[in-house]
């Protein structure tokens, strides 16, 4: 399947990016999903600091690559093998890619999962690659999927099955943001009914930690953002 993608070649190119354009739209390809893996139709994928941080280069990947990885869309193709969803379903994209099977995931702590990290490290899905190309060379994947595109091949272990009434952009929220703001105040940081909580910083993750801390029942929830 061929389609669009926003490209990076080059991180850490100089201000302002209107003018030096570090992203560049290039017509990609990526064979038929392989056992385990998925086609996605990106409906919204979202910006998180994290993809500026790609094109920056403050945190170092693999080039050329695709950034994006707070994404929700509609299954467009299954690969041999891939049971949870099907053709048409609506999906969250979540870039903590869990192999399932290692001691971590078990343990329920699948953000440690060693070997969803390596993959995304090396900027490839867990099931292998990377499956796209440009001209024929290898593009690296963000995160297990490159949301900054018209559709996305990941693996079925980077999804997320979501309700068909909820908007694709609130739901790509929940592949990073949510994850991490929700995640830490729930479970991290385990705040307890009538706590009194502060969040610094209210970005996405903040926001979003916030929420976690009015479901997780605080009393008290005190803010703290430059504006
Ligand atoms: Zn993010
Ligand atoms: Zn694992």
Known sequence: ????AAVLRKSGLPHPYAASRPLSIETVEVPPPAAGEVI???KAASLCHSDLSVVNGDRAWPMPIVPGHEAAG?????????HSVKPGDHVALIFLTQCGECEHCIAGKPSLCARGTQANREGRLLSGGPRLRSDGQAIHHHMGFSAF???????EKSLVKIPDDLPFVEASLFGCAV???AGTALYSAGIRPGQSVA???LGGVGLSAVLGAVTAGAARIIVVDPG
């Open 1 to 4: 399947m061929k389609f669009k």
């Open 74 to 82: 509609v299954v467009e193709e299954v690969g041999p093998g891939v």
């Open 149 to 155: 595109a018209q559709y996305a091949l990941v693996s």
């Open 179 to 181: 994850m991490c703001g």
């Open 199 to 201: 969040v610094f910083g």
């Open 40 to 42: 996605v139709g990106i």
